[in-house]
């Protein structure tokens, strides 16, 4: 039997007040937030539909991981025993922070009636000059744990996180690389386990604009409803940010949706799955996380 994976990726800018370090967004925000996965998790009783959340730290790592430039690491080889000794307290800070948020986002979906079960990548990835140039096979331990905890019926929530380097100590590996890492991990092999359904980006915005939705024009910004796959365009629609994200603000999440699409068809994969972007907490995102047809979102296709 093949199952279907519904990954949701809930963005840190939708969870967090990004301008201000360690503040959570508006409570109304982050209890409508877990009730629509509430919601859509209940509907998927008794079919092949399995749930995945990951979701981003926001205002809650990347501040820490910014003041320690943790995503390049150090010289392991070179570095100063004070060197190495501040990367250390900044992955332990950064961490701390992290799972900080984290706890508050699983209790708010275990309240809401889903099973949620931490698992930090932390514990099972390590990366190699950087998560960029790290190869699939470093994330098989995460995969193989989520196929587990899946299989015992619980509902896995991960996070980006601040990991250990084979080569320079220590990385940022953000929530887009996770989930990209999920997507392709759980469907691979000649018989794959998993089929994807959809994958879900919930974040502060409706979804991917012709210009920065934030910022203040003569012409109001345009919602893409629709991305074909392809480096000009999304060269073409970077998405400056004006809040700390070490991990690429809409840009990254835009490419890490376009990769996901991407991976499926190099592999041959089918169903590729929808791949939709949209507001957290809005009407839109609720019929989307329940495989419903929504007007305000950006679907990410082949």
Request: aromatic residues 6%.
């Given at each position: 039997?093949?199952?279907?994976?519904?990954l949701?990726?809930v963005?840190?800018?939708a969870?967090?007040?990004?301008?201000?370090?360690?503040?959570?967004a508006?409570?109304?925000?982050?209890?409508?937030?877990?009730?629509?996965?509430?919601?859509?998790?209940?509907?998927?009783?008794?079919?092949?539909?399995?749930?995945?959340?990951?979701?981003?730290?926001?205002?809650?790592?990347?501040?820490?991981?910014?003041?320690?430039?943790?995503?390049?690491?150090?010289?392991?080889?070179?570095?100063?025993?004070?060197?190495?000794?501040?990367k250390?307290?900044?992955?332990v800070?950064?961490?701390?922070?992290?799972?900080?948020?984290?706890?508050?986002?699983?209790?708010?979906?275990?309240?809401?009636?889903?099973?949620?079960?931490?698992?930090?990548?932390?514990?099972?990835?390590?990366?190699?000059?950087?998560?960029?140039?790290?190869?699939?096979?470093?994330y098989?331990?995460?995969?193989?744990?989520?196929?587990?905890?899946?299989?015992?019926?619980?509902?896995?929530?991960?996070?980006?996180?601040?990991?250990?380097?084979?080569?320079?100590g220590?990385?940022i590996?953000?929530?887009?690389?996770?989930?990209?890492?999920?997507?392709?991990?759980?469907?691979?092999?000649?018989?794959?386990?998993?089929?994807?359904?959809?994958?879900?980006?919930?974040?502060?915005?409706?979804?991917?604009?012709?210009?920065?939705?934030?910022?203040?024009?003569?012409?109001?910004?345009?919602?893409?409803?629709?991305?074909?796959i392809?480096?000009?365009?999304?060269e073409?629609m970077?998405?400056?940010?004006?809040?700390?994200?070490?991990?690429?603000?809409?840009?990254?999440?835009l490419?890490?949706?376009m990769?996901?699409?991407?991976?499926?068809?190099?592999?041959?994969?089918?169903?590729?799955?929808?791949?939709?972007?949209?507001?957290?907490?809005?009407?839109?995102?609720?019929?989307v996380?329940?495989?419903?047809?929504?007007?305000n979102?950006?679907?990410?296709?082949?």
């Amino acid at each position: 039997m093949t199952f279907e994976l519904c990954l949701v990726k809930v963005g840190g800018a939708a969870l967090t007040d990004k301008s201000r370090p360690s503040t959570l967004a508006d409570p109304k925000i982050l209890t409508t937030i877990a009730s629509q996965l509430g919601t859509a998790f209940s509907t998927f009783s008794g079919t092949r539909k399995r749930l995945v959340i990951v979701h981003g730290v926001g205002s809650f790592g990347h501040p820490q991981a910014k003041k320690y430039n943790l995503s390049s690491g150090y010289d392991m080889e070179n570095a100063s025993e004070d060197e190495k000794e501040y990367k250390v307290d900044g992955v332990v800070e950064t961490r701390q922070s992290v799972m900080t948020l984290h706890q508050k986002v699983c209790d708010l979906f275990i309240a809401q009636g889903i099973p949620a079960i931490s698992m930090s990548p932390f514990h099972y990835v390590r990366t190699l000059h950087t998560p960029k140039s790290t190869k699939p096979d470093a994330y098989i331990r995460l995969v193989e744990a989520v196929d587990r905890a899946l299989t015992l019926g619980y509902v896995p929530v991960l996070h980006g996180d601040a990991v250990l380097d084979d080569a320079q100590g220590c990385a940022i590996l953000s929530g887009d690389v996770v989930i990209r890492e999920l997507a392709r991990g759980l469907r691979a092999g000649p018989s794959p386990k998993y089929s994807l359904h959809n994958c879900t980006f919930l974040t502060d915005v409706n979804g991917v604009f012709d210009r920065d939705p934030k910022l203040t024009m003569d012409e109001p910004p345009h919602l893409i409803q629709s991305i074909k796959i392809s480096k000009y365009q999304v060269e073409r629609m970077v998405n400056h940010s004006s809040s700390i994200d070490v991990t690429g603000a809409m840009t990254g999440k835009l490419q890490c949706a376009m990769n996901i699409v991407k991976d499926a068809l190099e592999a041959g994969i089918e169903p590729i799955g929808q791949v939709i972007i949209c507001r957290a907490a809005s009407a839109d995102a609720m019929h989307v996380l329940c495989g419903q047809e929504a007007d305000n979102r950006t679907v990410v296709e082949p």
